[in-house]
Nanobody, 120 residues
Framework: VQLQASGGGLVQVGGSLRLSCSAS????????IGWFRQTPGKQREWVAA???????NYVDSVKGRFTISRDFARNTVYLQMDSLKPDDTAVYYC???????????????WGQGTQVTVSS
């Protein structure tokens, strides 16, 4: 399964964006899909994940602002980002893993990232 992230762009502080992670095949066999972000010179940071049972988890810095969801019919996982802050500026990636994990080493099938820029 190949994943492709899209939906990034330039937005002002307080604005919203919705990222999409589209899979080339069916998502029914995928256990867990996560969103990560990375800025130059820093390690890739786990942001959110959604399990096959639709349970979700978020890094503390985005709780209450970001929402991850999963649409099996469209083979797509979304990341709705609201109340965006300059610190959210990064390249966002999606990837899959077996079981719950926040460790980037547990993830594979990384898609090409999408740039999110939040201007103040």
């Amino acid at each position: 399964v190949q994943l492709q992230a899209s939906g990034g762009g330039l937005v002002q502080v307080g604005g919203s964006l919705r990222l999409s992670c589209s899979a080339s095949g069916s998502m029914f066999s995928i256990d867990n899909i996560g969103w990560f972000r990375q800025t130059p010179g820093k390690q890739r940071e786990w942001v959110a994940a959604i399990h096959s049972d639709f349970s979700t988890n978020y890094v503390d810095s985005v709780k209450g602002r970001f929402t991850i969801s999963r649409d099996f019919a469209r083979n797509t996982v979304y990341l709705q980002m609201d109340s965006l802050k300059p610190d959210d500026t990064a390249v966002y990636y999606c990837a899959l893993s077996n079981g719950w994990s926040t460790d980037v080493r547990e993830y594979r099938n990384w898609g090409q990232g999408t740039q999110v820029t939040v201007s103040s």
